[in-house]
């Protein structure tokens, strides 16, 4: 999972809330609700993004190790790679 890029997918937007973010496709008009706190901010979903770079940034932000925040994102990625909302980045 380290190595793989992401994006998101097409017609789907990301907004912050006070509790995380909300992830609308607009093509599917369904909405998935993140309660991730001030762990993830819209600008992370910008363009393409990897795994491992994401995780180390969020560690450092949160001044917490990679090994606590690793489990939670990886988790999240698969959910919102099922869900349909953040695709390979690299197709």
């Not at 994006?7 to 509790?19: C, S």
């Not at 901010?41 to 994401?54: E, N, R, S």
């Not at 939670?72 to 869900?83: A, E, F, G, N, W």
Request: charged share 20%; proline share 3%; with cysteine.
């Amino acid at each position: 999972m380290n190595n793989i890029v992401y994006r998101l997918a097409k017609g789907v937007q990301v907004r912050e809330e006070g509790w995380g973010l909300l992830f609308y496709s607009q093509v599917e008009h369904r909405i998935y609700f993140v309660r991730s706190g001030q762990w993830l901010y819209p600008q992370y979903f910008d363009g393409t993004w990897a795994f491992g770079p994401l995780v180390c940034d969020i560690a450092k932000r949160m001044g917490t190790s990679v090994r606590i925040i690793e489990r939670p994102i990886q988790k999240l990625t698969r959910y919102l790679v099922q869900s349909g909302m953040i695709v390979n980045g690299l197709c």
